[in-house]
Each structure stands twice: as structure tokens, then as C-alpha cells.
């Protein structure tokens, strides 16, 4: 299964006009939340079409998936005006994270091999998810770390204008980590789960 799953929104800035003097001021505001939705099955197969059967739609692939996280950015910046010249007086980015991850209502019932494999496939899928909110968060702080440092311009329209230019960069740069992450990860699943799979199992044999 290939676990990409992430929903993209643009980064929003309001901007404010304000006067005052002073450094710039940044902050960063990050919320998580996370929610399960429940899956039946027996077998391994089972299990597999039901995650493709009730899995979280995602609408950049138009396809399900096993777990999704949903990344939402947004912000305030506003300017001062100083000198004849206009500068960044407060930033403050936001950003939102909502992951969506299975879970198996037969898990108690389950023989040890089923047990051993649910587990592992669900680690992995958590794994997953929370590594696409861990780019976001960094992407958050580098969006704000930017902005705040923006040099002064004469008009505050010109200086909206590179923000709005360092927002779509930002964005951009963001949204290709995103995607290249689950390139690399649907490589390498198989890999991956069996190395886990072995690993588990010896664990439970000590």
C-alpha cells in the first residue's frame, strides 16, 4: 500500500497596516489533532480492502488511503511605517494538522501472527503521518523566520509583495518536500515493512 496522503492548502497571510516602532515580531501557533476511523477484516486481505474500501479520501489523487494528514497554514502579518520607509512590525504563522489513521476492530481477536502484522502496518502508517505534520511544523517556522527578517522598502505595497513572494516560494518548497517524501516512502514500503515485520518478531521472541 502506498501510504501518501497528504492535503495541501496555500498559505494565507492577512495583512495589516500598523504603526509603531521596534523589531519585528514572530510566532509560530501549531495544533495537532488526531482521528481514527474503524476497519473489520480477518485476513490480511481483508484488512487490505478495507482500508482501500473505507480509508480517508484525499482530493489531490482522488483515491483512498490508508491514513491522510490534512495541513492547514495561515497567518497574520501586519507593517509599520517609519522614516519613509516600511518595515515588518508583527508575524505570526499558523498551522493546523488533522491525521486520519485505521483502526482494526478485530485486533483483540487476532491469532499472533495477525496481531504482529496489524501492529506493524499500523506503526508504520502513524510513522508516516506524523513525519508529513513534522514538515509542515518546519515549514512553519521557516515561513515566520523568513518574513520577520524581510528588509525595510519604501512602500508598504512593495513590502506586501515580497511577502507574498517569500509565502509562495515557501509554500512551493513545502509542498515538494511533501511529495518527495512519499515518493521515497512508496519505494521502499516492502522493504520496509519486512525489515519491521522480523524486527517485531524477534522482539517478541526474547
Same mark, same amino acid.
Request: charged fraction near 30%; glycine fraction near 6%.
Given at each position: ?10 498559505? +494565507? !497571510? ?21 482521528? =481514527? =476511523? ?12 478495507? !482500508?482501500? @474500501? ?10 483512498? #488511503? ?12 501586519? =507593517? ?6 516600511? @518595515? +515588518? ?14 483502526? &482494526?476492530?478485530?485486533?483483540?481477536? *487476532? ?6 502484522? &496489524?501492529?506493524? !502496518? ?6 508516516? %503521518? $506524523?513525519?508529513? *505534520?513534522?514538515?509542515?511544523?518546519? =515549514?512553519?517556522?521557516? !515561513? ?16 506586501? /509583495? /515580497?511577502?507574498? $513572494? ?7 518548497? #513545502? ?16 522493504? @520496509? ?5 522480523? #524486527?517485531?518478531?524477534?522482539?517478541? %521472541?526474547?
Amino acid at each position: 500500500m502506498i501510504l501518501n496522503s497528504r492535503l495541501a492548502t496555500p498559505l +494565507v !497571510l492577512i495583512l495589516a497596516l500598523a504603526a509603531g516602532a521596534g523589531d519585528a515580531a514572530a510566532e509560530t501557533v501549531v495544533s495537532k489533532s488526531i482521528r =481514527y =476511523y474503524t476497519i473489520g477484516g480477518r485476513t490480511s486481505a481483508e484488512i487490505d480492502r478495507e !482500508l482501500a @474500501r473505507h480509508g480517508p479520501m484525499t482530493r489531490s489523487t482522488g483515491s483512498r #488511503h490508508p491514513g491522510t494528514t490534512e495541513i492547514r497554514f495561515g497567518g497574520e502579518i501586519s =507593517y509599520a511605517e517609519e522614516g519613509g520607509r516600511c @518595515r +515588518v512590525r508583527d508575524v505570526k504563522v499558523t498551522l493546523n494538522t488533522k491525521i486520519t489513521l485505521p483502526r &482494526w476492530r478485530n485486533r483483540n481477536r *487476532a491469532n499472533g501472527e495477525m496481531a504482529l502484522l &496489524w501492529d506493524t !502496518l499500523a506503526a508504520d502508517i502513524k510513522r508516516h %503521518e $506524523e513525519r508529513h *505534520a513534522e514538515i509542515a511544523r518546519n =515549514y512553519a517556522r521557516t !515561513l515566520e523566520n523568513r518574513l520577520s527578517r524581510l528588509t525595510s522598502t519604501r512602500t508598504c505595497a512593495e513590502l506586501q /509583495k /515580497k511577502a507574498s $513572494e517569500v509565502t509562495e516560494r515557501t509554500s512551493a518548497e #513545502h509542498d515538494a518536500d511533501q511529495a518527495r517524501f512519499d515518493r521515497v516512502e512508496a519505494l521502499n514500503f516492502e522493504k @520496509r515493512l519486512t525489515r519491521l515485520l522480523r #524486527h517485531r518478531a524477534a522482539q517478541q %521472541e526474547r
